[in-house]
Structures are given as C-alpha cells and as structure tokens.
C-alpha cells in the first residue's frame, strides 16, 4: 500500500540526485534508510538542537584530547 508524504524542496533535490536510473523515490528512501544513517547525515535538519549538537561537539572534543594526552603518555612523551 503507497502513501503519500511531503518533502521540502532541498530533500526532494536531495533524493533526486541520489536517485538511480529506473529507480523509485520509495527504493531511493528505502536503500539510503538501509545503508544506516550517520550523525552527520542529521546535522543541520532540525533533527538535533543547536544545544545537543554543541554538546556533541564538545565530547568529540574532549576525546581528542584525551586520546591526545593517552598517545603522548604511551609513547613516552609526557
């Protein structure tokens, strides 16, 4: 059974042009919602607030530098 949904017009040129020769809009969703999405993939669609994306940002941040400091002390390089 098909339904009908609504897309903005940057996510319908978005799927146009991840849409492959003789391929459905539907096979286009479903082959791009299989692959699995990425945090970057949701980054600036409104799904996450500007808020939680800093604080994400920042975690990656935090981690760098750990791995940073952990690199530096297993090497020998404090």
Do not use: P
């Amino acid at each position: 059974m098909a339904k009908t949904i609504a897309v903005s017009n940057d996510v319908y040129e978005l799927l146009l042009k991840s849409k492959l020769r003789n391929e459905s809009f539907s096979e286009t969703i479903h082959r791009a919602l299989k692959k699995g999405m990425k945090l970057s993939d949701i980054a600036g669609s409104r799904t996450v607030t500007k808020e939680d994306w800093q604080k994400v940002t920042r975690a990656f941040e935090l981690q760098k530098n750990l791995d940073e400091k952990r690199k530096k002390r297993l090497m020998g390089r404090d």
